[in-house]
């Protein structure tokens, strides 16, 4: 089954210390995107690619980047952890192809920043 | 700009009981709307979708009519069950394009 996978489930790192996340896809979806949640709240949107084109939101912190080196997979780095961005990290896709351009959304990953 | 507004949850229902998750939206033009669920330490699932005015989108039981008129997406179901226990989301996707915008979820637990 087509599916977007994400790469650890649950990710601990110490504060200050550089972490990346994954994020690959079977969909060849033209579009990625990056979500941070807390505690059941709506997905936050960090930043996401169309093609291979970055598009940052305006309050995503600059601690947080994104790589995406083919179509297939996209990566989250945090360069400096801190306690508050202790989260889960939604990946999804979409196709501007065509249709309603619904998300698709891998498992996520839970990070703990101790 | 674009905004979803849900009831607020915790919904708290017994199993076979009738679910309506109340759900209206400001946009301007013709959005594309959505129902996602996430189960307990799971990613968001897409539950169904409506493109266009008068639109139901269905899915696994549950339903829900696009209603222009009363900018409303509301989520029904018959007869919940247990397993239908988990956060949902309305969202929608402006015509323009852009991103989806995010109600602040309710929690929907089902009691046996």
């Known amino acids: 089954d087509a599916m977007v996978i994400q790469n650890p489930r649950y990710q601990v790192t110490q504060f200050g210390k550089p972490v990346t996340l994954s994020c690959s896809q079977t969909?060849?979806?033209?579009?990625m995107y990056w979500y941070q949640q807390k505690s059941s709240q709506a997905p936050k949107l960090l930043f996401h690619?169309?093609?291979?084109?970055?598009?940052n939101e305006a309050d995503t912190p600059d601690n947080f980047q994104s790589r995406r080196p083919n179509t297939s997979f996209c990566f989250l780095d945090i360069r400096s952890p801190g306690l508050g961005d202790a989260a889960m990290y939604l990946c999804?896709?979409?196709?501007?192809?065509?249709?309603?351009?619904?998300?698709?959304f891998g498992p996520g990953t839970r990070l703990t920043v101790t | 700009g674009n905004s979803v507004t849900q009831m607020e949850g915790p919904v708290t229902l017994s199993e076979e009981a009738f679910l309506t998750i109340n759900c209206t939206y400001t946009?301007?033009?013709?959005?594309?709307l959505f129902w996602y669920v996430q189960y307990p330490g799971e990613g968001l699932q897409l539950l169904l979708k409506?493109?266009?005015?008068?639109d139901k989108g269905s899915n696994k039981g549950f339903e829900a009519t696009y209603r222009k008129e009363t900018t409303s997406f509301h989520l029904e179901k018959g007869s919940v069950q247990v397993s239908d226990s988990a956060v949902y989301f309305c969202?929608?996707?402006?015509?323009?394009?852009?991103?989806?915008?995010f109600g602040q979820g309710t929690e929907l637990s089902v009691k046996p």
């Open positions: 999804a896709t979409s196709s501007v192809r065509g249709g309603a351009y619904e998300q698709y």
């Open positions: 690619y169309y093609d291979k084109d970055f598009n």
């Open positions: 969202a929608l996707r402006g015509n323009q394009g852009g991103k989806l915008i």
């Open positions: 409506a493109t266009k005015a008068d």
């Open positions: 969909l060849n979806h033209n579009v």
């Open positions: 946009a301007t033009g013709y959005p594309s």
